[in-house]
């Protein structure tokens, strides 16, 4: 944590860290980490989710703390203005939180984030930009540094690791060390001075992260001197999300064999996929993550007595099929199976 010295008068601004990362690279882990720890931080937390229909609420780990979610677009472009009101809104009961705590989509540029707290002046005076922390996914983040993009469209995996101020490297457990060392040779040839913390499921030292005093606003001035003043930027707008949100309970084989089908054969295209699932019989919510052809699932909270049995899921990539996705996760249903 940073101390002042003492000639220095102590900063009363509350210090916002700005979470960021391509999807499914562990931002959601690490925030879970983040509020479930012993750091003697009150957080305010502010999430911010790509894909048409949320699951992220049910993702993030019951704690004590404020969430605010902000689901109607992306926190760079569309939704700064609510940004903007949900800062305002903190700052009236600031007395109950000592930090506050972004989590961008994964296909969010930092920069109209960070300049967030630049621009706007009473925004400014109540709160310092503490650091930009991105979370890197050491087995997929180079196809993402290395996809082509159209004239004028940047590359938010690049553009997140250029402002981060902290990299965590998450994932080590999937790759061995010449792949690490490869990653890291990428992180540094676009942020050369940048602290880089290697990681597995975002285990990390939080002080490493939290209340660091690390973004510098010289640093990122010398290297982008329209960072201030620069106010269009573009989107990749060939990813998409589809969602689906279906009442009913799932077949679990025939939704194994079609989940496993589906990433084993669009999964490059498919970057990342999440969802609530009913599994018929089961007592428990199913939640499932997929991060391009890596599948994980296991069993969540129990459903609630009387609770509507309901599935919530969605994909996000390119070249999506609305329709076979929809007919395909229609066909996992039980109901279905007895018609057939
Ligand atoms: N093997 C492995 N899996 C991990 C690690 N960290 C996170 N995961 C898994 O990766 C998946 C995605 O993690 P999240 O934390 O949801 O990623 P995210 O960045 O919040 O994802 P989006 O918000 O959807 O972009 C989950 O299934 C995690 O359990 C890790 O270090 N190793």
Redesign the pocket.
């Known amino acids: 944590m940073t101390t002042p010295t003492s000639d220095e008068p102590r900063d009363q601004r509350v210090p916002v860290t700005v979470l960021t ?12 980490r983040i509020l479930t720890e012993q750091h003697g931080l009150r957080i305010a937390v502010i999430e911010n ?3 048409e229909v949320g699951v ?1 609420d049910a ?1 993030v780990l019951d704690s004590e703390e404020e969430i605010f979610e902000m689901n109607n677009g992306c926190i760079c472009c569309t939704v700064r203005g609510d940004l903007i009101r949900i800062l305002g809104a903190l700052m009236r009961r600031r007395e109950k939180f000592d930090h506050i705590l972004i ?1 961008t ?2 296909l969010a540029d930092p920069a109209p984030v960070a300049q967030t707290f630049f621009m706007d002046d009473e925004i400014a005076a109540q709160l310092r930009l503490d650091a930009i922390v991105t ?1 890197v ?3 997929h983040v180079l196809q993402h540094l290395d996809e082509v993009k159209p004239e004028g469209v940047e590359n938010e995996a690049v553009e997140q690791i250029a402002f981060a101020d902290r990299i965590v490297l ?5 790759v061995d060390e010449s792949a690490i060392a490869e990653v890291t040779d990428r992180i540094r040839a676009i942020n050369s001075s940048v602290q880089i913390i290697p ?5 990390i030292y939080l002080p490493q992260v939290l209340d660091v005093g690390a973004f510098d606003l010289e640093r990122v001035l010398a290297e982008d001197p329209s960072f201030l003043t620069e106010t269009e930027h573009q989107h990749d707008t060939t990813v998409t999300s589809v969602g689906i949100d279906l009442t009913g309970e799932l077949d679990e084989e025939r939704l194994n064999r079609w989940l496993g089908t589906l990433l084993r054969t669009k999964g490059v295209d498919i970057f ?1 996929s ?1 969802g609530i699932l009913a599994l018929a019989g089961a007592p428990k919510q199913y939640v499932f ?3 391009h052809m ?1 599948l ?1 699932g296991e069993f969540g909270r129990h459903w609630h007595d009387g609770e509507q049995r309901r599935n919530r899921l969605v994909f ?1 990539g390119r070249n999506l099929d609305r329709e076979a996705l929809e007919c395909g996760f229609a066909d996992c249903l039980a109901t279905a199976g007895a018609a057939a």
């Open positions: 990362g391509f999807l499914g690279s562990g931002k959601t882990t690490l925030l879970n989710e790509f894909g992220d993702l989590e989509t994964g979370l996914d050491a087995a998450n994932k080590t457990d999937l990681a597995q499921h975002a285990e990342r999440k993550q997929g991060v890596l994980v996000i």
